[in-house]
């Protein structure tokens, strides 16, 4: 039995040390590096052309080396907005999960979802892991309501994972979880860490097309550091935020050292929590300092986010509420009061 997420991500990243990680990439032998560069010159075309063993080693330490330089927030999530084709089904990624305290392992899933009703749905696509940003292995799936997930176990030498990847729920959300773990030689040992990640809920989008929900909830604030907005009709599930004419908010909902915004979204989640507030933003290119975001629903309770990462990338706040509808939320370069 697949197991319901125990709770938030409490997305607390462990620093590497680079001192010990960094030195330890450079003594893994260059034919480790030349065999993770045959896999990814198996799929070329996934990649974008050719590689090198050297170039595989030298991304993969650039990574790992930014990574050590920040503290950012666990593992990150590209969530692109699913995209309707003529005939109603929904393209959705690709949505692409790195993998805690092991920036260079990521894991992507995309696909097309196509619903008939409430169990007449399917959803097929492709699974990836990429080592260093290139493609090293990857699969197809298909989901439907008689078989609603699949594990995959791919083992490229110095990268592992151990993935579930399903449709859970009565939200049919996507799902994914399990670990990945890294090795610096074929006979040292694994160090693994566990991901858990919501990337959409198709019932939500079903709904939002019944409904003709408009895209935007638009807010009125003034633009700029240490400031807030607030919207009389409210930011619903399925909605973006706009501020004034924004809807991109990057220069709007703005902080020190180019921490910003670029989206607000809400949305339904599965699992404990069952709703989240998705904001794709980076903090300040400072190594201490944060970019601090409250958002107050209509039950009175705030519901808060610290960017510290200056890496853009999308966050997530998981909660629970009666009434799940927002007209007002604050950014400030400093903790925020409550309202």
């Known amino acids: 039995m697949i197991p319901e997420q125990s709770g938030r991500w409490d997305r607390e990243e462990i620093p590497m040390t680079a001192s010990v990680t960094e030195n330890a990439l450079r003594e893994v032998p260059l034919d480790s590096w030349n065999r993770l560069a045959e896999m990814a010159n198996a799929l070329a075309d996934e990649n974008g052309g050719a590689t090198t063993g050297e170039q595989i080693k030298d991304d993969y330490i650039n990574i790992t080396e930014e990574a050590s330089a920040r503290s950012g927030d666990g593992f990150l999530v590209g969530l692109p907005s699913p995209q309707a084709l003529p005939n109603g089904d929904l393209v959705v990624g690709p949505y692409e999960v790195q993998v805690p305290d092991i920036p260079a392992v990521t894991i992507v899933v995309e696909g097309t979802y196509h619903s008939g009703g409430p169990n007449d749905w399917y959803l097929k696509g492709t699974a990836k892991l990429k080592v260093a940003g290139k493609t090293v292995w990857t699969t197809e799936y298909h989901f439907s309501a008689l078989q609603r997930y699949a594990s995959f176990h791919p083992d ?184």
């Open 156 to 339: 490229v030498l110095l990268a592992k994972a151990d993935v579930t990847v399903g449709v859970f729920g009565s939200n049919n959300c996507l799902r994914i979880f399990g670990q990945g773990c890294y090795r610096y030689t074929p006979m040292s040992s694994w160090t693994c860490s566990e991901f858990d990640e919501t990337l959409l809920c198709f019932a939500q989008q079903e709904v939002m097309a019944q409904a003709a929900v408009e895209p935007f909830a638009v807010f009125q604030g003034e633009c700029g550091a240490n400031s807030g907005a607030t919207s009389e009709q409210g930011l619903k599930i399925g909605q973006q935020v706009q501020v004034g004419d924004e809807t991109d908010l990057s220069s709007c909902v703005v902080g020190n050292n180019q921490a910003c915004v670029y989206s607000i979204r809400l949305i339904v989640n599965s699992g404990v929590y069952g709703y989240a507030i998705q904001v794709d933003g980076q903090g300040p290119r400072t190594l201490v300092g944060s970019f601090y975001l409250a958002f107050k629903d209509d039950t009175g309770a705030i519901y808060k986010l610290n960017l510290t990462s200056s890496t853009r990338s999308t966050h997530t706040v998981k909660f629970n509420t009666a009434k799940p509808i927002f007209h007002s939320f604050k950014w400030s370069n400093g903790p925020i009061p409550k309202w």
